[in-house]
């Protein structure tokens, strides 16, 4: 099972519907997938005692994580990094199996010109520090009000073939990874 991550909680985010069209693309490959979205984090993960005592409303994400046989975290930039609600996400998930030798795939966005290089590169080096077993293709989505629509239509021809090319090849990934497992 692939489990695509939301990276952020700003409701109505860019970042949810980029994730529900990868989501589509795992699919159509013939691939179970999931989106986990960060909106749907309980109040109370934000809370300085959850650190101590994990949220009842926290395990369903934890045990998502622990589930995947890959993940794949669309990251929108912002003030040139993550969301800090992605970082604490990450923070609170169990260490160190939610990563150990997990295959990632990354999806970075922005508004900007950057395409989400940052927030992507940023990430590399968390899931790197944790042993993640790391899928090389990235992409990056530029200008993310021109290359998608509201809609949820990739007009940018040359996102959609990045996208589709990641999916398959993450997929392919997965597959070698588990079967040396
Ligand atoms: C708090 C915040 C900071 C942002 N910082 C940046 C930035 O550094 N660079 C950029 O290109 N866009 C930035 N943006 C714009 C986002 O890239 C844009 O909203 C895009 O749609 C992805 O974010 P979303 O998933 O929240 O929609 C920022 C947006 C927010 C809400």
Do not use: C
Not at 15 to 44: F, K, N, Q, S, W
Not at 46 to 65: C, H, L, N, V
Not at 74 to 102: C, M, Q, T, W
Request: glycine share 10%; no cysteine; aromatic share 10%.
């Amino acid at each position: 099972m692939i489990t695509l991550i939301s990276g952020t909680n700003r409701r109505g985010s860019k970042t949810r519907l980029v994730t529900d069209i990868v989501a589509g693309l795992y699919r159509e490959a013939g691939a179970d997938a999931e989106v986990l979205d960060l909106v749907d984090l309980p109040l109370e993960l934000y809370s300085p005692d959850a650190y101590a005592e994990k949220p009842p409303g926290f395990t369903p994400f934890a045990e998502r994580i622990l589930a995947s046989h890959g993940l794949v975290v669309v990251a929108p930039e912002y003030n040139g990094s993550l969301p800090g609600a992605l970082k604490l996400f990450i923070d609170h998930l169990k260490f160190p199996e939610s990563f150990e030798e997990r295959p990632v795939a990354f999806i970075g966005i922005a508004a900007g010109q950057w395409g989400g290089l940052r927030p992507v590169e940023h990430l590399q080096q968390i899931f790197g520090h944790r042993n993640a077993h790391i899928y090389p293709r990235r992409v990056f989505i530029p200008q993310v009000y021109q290359a998608i629509t509201d809609g949820g239509e990739v007009v940018d021809p040359d996102v959609d073939r990045h996208l589709r090319a990641q999916a398959t090849g993450f997929l392919g990934f997965v597959r070698a990874l588990r079967s040396e497992a």
